[in-house]
């Protein structure tokens, strides 16, 4: 359930999961001290509606904090935002691209264009301000380089329970579609089994860390190595999957280049600027 001490006075939301005939059976009680309830699917499905809708309450609150920051720096009194931003029109409710979405809605491809267009110029007046004032925006950062998918409606797949199959699509998602058929079928070779199921099922999937977090490490350590072949490997899937944009990746290369020193950071940048450019002309970054 959710709504809170308020809404426990004034009628609670009941997310139930189960079958049809379970949540009919048990539905007059929940009517009686709910004022709706949601049957969201199978057993579990409540549970999993909550932590979606918590997630959701949450982030809003940090990217509010964010944005209050950015407000503050420039010296805006946090009241005079809260005005504009009450008064914003509907349009930018965190529900409205949902809405649109769960009715089935396809946005045309040209509006999807323009909408990110605007997102990308937006944002990144976001970071430059942030950057020249000395704050740390991590949503914004996070978010620019998605905002297309965010428009799209295009939803993250779970992975596969299997480990093998798991594996093999946390490849995928890690390299870029269509990698995990480098791996030859039915494998017996020790390293490879322990590469898929060790490594891509249980590391590069754990919580905690986004795979963009990861893919940061990684090259870290693939830049102090000198190893332009795996920085290559790992920028293709970066790229595949629009973790960057163009100012952020030739943002690594200036703070890696510190670390690295200048002659292993010339290898950063020339695999780097090589990636950016096909990238582009396919229309990617």
Known sequence: MTGGTEAANNGLTVMVGGSEDAVRRVRPILEDFAKLVVHCGDSGAGMVTKIARNALTYSVWAAVREAASLADAGGVALDRLLEVLQQTDGGTSPLTLLQVHAAGIEIPEERLESADALAQKDLAAAQEFAGSVGLEVPIVDVVRPRMRAVYSGELADALPDEPWERGLAMMDRVYGEGFSGLVPPGTTIPSVEHTVEQ?????????????????????????????????????????????????????????????????AGSTVQAVFEELIAKSSSRGGV
């Open 199 to 263: 490594l891509f099922a249980q590391v590069w999937a754990r919580p905690y860390l986004t795979l963009r977090d990861r893919r940061l490490l990684t090259f870290g350590v693939t830049a102090m190595r000198d190893r332009g072949d795996m920085l290559r490997t790992q920028l293709t899937g970066a790229l595949a999957n629009r973790e960057f944009t163009v100012d952020q990746l030739r943002e690594i290369v200036v703070h890696l280049h510190y670390y690295t020193g200048w002659p």
